[in-house]
């Protein structure tokens, strides 16, 4: 079992930059697959970012891609969200998630087994 713990979203101005965290228990985090997701009011969960468990590949949608970066420490069972240059239309309740024994990237969301609560990224024009 995994428990993810997000943080690091709030309010910030268009072209702003916030770093959003992922706290995971549990100590096999180094073998989990970690993908963020977002949520905008009335609209789908969509991916934003994909990273394996080592750390080696990661992958973006194309909307934040040049904009945000997916890191990982194992060290500190913790994924983190750069995001710069953000925009009005990257307000969303963001998600951390969790794939179990997946070796690459992961970018459909019933591909994860553990969801986090989400925290709320909110970007004024």
Avoid at 28 to 43: I, L, V
Avoid at 83 to 92: G, I, Q, R, V, Y
Avoid at 96 to 123: F, K, L, M
Wanted: include cysteine; aromatic fraction near 12%.
């Amino acid at each position: 079992q995994v428990q993810l713990v997000e943080s690091g979203g709030g309010l910030v101005q268009a072209g702003g930059s916030l770093r959003l965290s992922c706290a995971a228990s549990g100590r096999t985090f180094s073998s989990y697959a970690m993908g963020w997701f977002r949520q905008a009011p009335g609209k789908e969960r969509e991916f934003v970012s994909a990273i394996s468990w080592s750390g080696v590949i990661t992958y973006y949608a194309d909307s934040v891609k040049g904009r945000f970066t997916i890191s990982r420490d194992n060290a500190k069972n913790t994924v983190y969200l750069q995001m710069n240059s953000l925009k009005p239309e990257d307000t969303a309740l963001y998600y951390c998630a969790a794939a179990s024994s997946y070796v690459g990237v992961a970018t459909i969301p019933h591909e994860y087994d553990y969801w986090g609560q989400g925290t709320q990224v909110t970007v004024s024009s």
